[in-house]
């Protein structure tokens, strides 16, 4: 596929693209505002020309790019920055995290003709995409225009790597047009060049993920709140999600239906991927029977209450803190597991299903010292957290272990930093 036949298929695909929004829409209303962003056209809005942007697509780019944002503005306060995302519950993050340092709009779609309405209302320098999102026309038009491009933090699992195959030549000419490519494993770099990067333009930075900040406070009153529940054992069971019609959740509320009949103490904090399924997991819970308690309304789980539903944002560090062992979700489904960096850096034992391609350099790092175990379905999980719940001290060891893995592999914003700084000062 070429570049022309790109933009002729996203033409006609505008229709689609709009329904699309709609239909989210009915589950998460955030998608019904702010569609002139979508399209560059930002009316009133009081923006200025900036000199780099940060493309983050959702809430875990988000996270990972605020440390090398911060680290960016201390280095040079001068600087004016832009955060586009593509969700609303990416766009959420932003102003929470980095306040008004930085400006924040929505990406817009990757038409000709709204990238270049994008790129003249900013006039950027720099523009640093986070780990995979490439589109074809923005890349192109900042080529075109002088803007200099950096992919941060990169990924490419191997089933990415195939579907970027089969438009080869269009992902060849995007990833020649990158100045600078900083990849999170050999892995990630082996993928890319074999994709048709030039391996003088790539280097192995490590995953800037490693570097996330903990947040004192929001562990302290994790803390404050399990000490409320007495102590009560608590297993998370973090950013899970469905596919096809096939809700994790169904898998762990099973895995836990086998584990209350011996621990009727113990709590299951279940946290949705995804805003919109807030309600209907509550309702999956309820069905089969538990106790149910909402952290938007109820915040902590009464001693009768089986289920905390985590239904609120920016709180998965509060969530974690609650827990003695943590399962990570996206891995029952084949979807790739979510972030089990987060979990370890708070030294929690890691459990995931065997969907891994999301963190597969990191999930082999923390298997390999024994700080994450891999089950297959319910009834592995339930036998695994029921033996860690057995086994104290097998806990600590675990946790300890993800830990040490976080620990040994921090320092990739450090990196990224030098190569986005050589960047920009060799920009326009």
Not at 3 to 16: K, Q, S, W
Not at 28 to 52: M, N, Q, T
Not at 370 to 389: P, R
Not at 410 to 423: I, K
Request: aromatic share 8%; charged share 20%.
């Amino acid at each position: 596929m070429n570049r022309f036949l790109y933009c002729a298929l996203f033409y006609l695909a505008t229709p689609v693209i709009l329904l699309r929004l709609l239909w989210r829409s009915l589950r998460a209303p955030d998608y019904r505002k702010r569609w002139a962003e979508r399209f560059a056209f930002y009316g009133d809005l009081p923006l200025r020309r900036v000199d780099v942007v940060f493309h983050t697509v959702s809430v875990g780019e988000v996270h990972a790019a605020v440390p090398l944002i911060r680290k960016l503005q201390a280095h040079d306060p001068s600087l004016e920055i832009l955060v586009t995302t593509t969700t609303p519950t990416g766009s959420a993050r932003v102003p929470a995290m980095l306040g008004d340092t930085v400006q924040h709009v929505y990406l817009p779609y990757d038409y000709p003709g709204a990238v270049n309405r994008f790129l003249d209302r900013f006039a950027p320098r720099l523009l640093v995409i986070m780990e995979t999102e490439w589109w074809p026309n923005l890349v192109h038009c900042c080529a075109v225009r002088g803007v200099r491009l950096m992919l941060a933090n990169a990924r490419l699992s191997e089933k990415s790597q195939g579907n970027y195959q089969r438009m080869h030549k269009l992902a060849g000419e995007m990833l020649k047009s990158f100045d600078a490519v900083t990849g999170q494993s050999q892995h990630d770099r082996d993928r890319l060049v074999a994709l048709g990067l030039p391996p003088a333009k790539v280097e192995i930075a490590g995953s800037m993920k490693y570097d996330m900040m903990l947040n004192a406070d929001m562990l302290v009153q994790a803390r404050q709140d399990k000490k409320a529940m007495a102590g009560r054992p608590v297993l998370i069971a973090a950013s899970t999600r469905t596919l096809d019609g096939e809700a994790e959740e169904e898998k762990i509320l099973q895995a836990f239906g086998t584990l209350v009949a011996e621990r009727p103490d113990l709590l299951l904090v279940l946290v949705p991927r995804h805003p919109e399924r807030f309600d209907s997991v509550a309702a999956l819970a309820g069905k089969r029977g538990f106790s149910i308690a909402r952290r938007s309304r109820d915040r902590i789980a009464l001693p009768e209450q089986q289920v905390l539903i985590g239904d609120s944002m920016g709180e998965m560090q509060y969530y974690f803190g609650l827990a003695d062992i943590a399962f990570v979700g996206g891995s029952l489904v084949n979807t790739g597991c979510q972030n089990i960096i987060e979990p370890a850096a708070i030294g929690l034992p890691v459990i995931t299903g065997p969907s891994l391609y999301n963190f597969q350099a990191v999930s082999e790092a923390m298997i390999a010292v024994q700080g994450m175990l891999v089950v297959a379905n319910a009834a592995e999980l339930a036998a695994v957290v029921k033996s860690l719940l057995d086994n104290p001290s097998q806990q600590q060891v675990m946790g300890e272990a993800a830990r040490s893995v976080v620990e040994a592999n921090q320092g990739a914003t450090a990196r990224n930093l030098a190569v986005l700084s050589g960047l920009l000062g060799s920009a326009r």
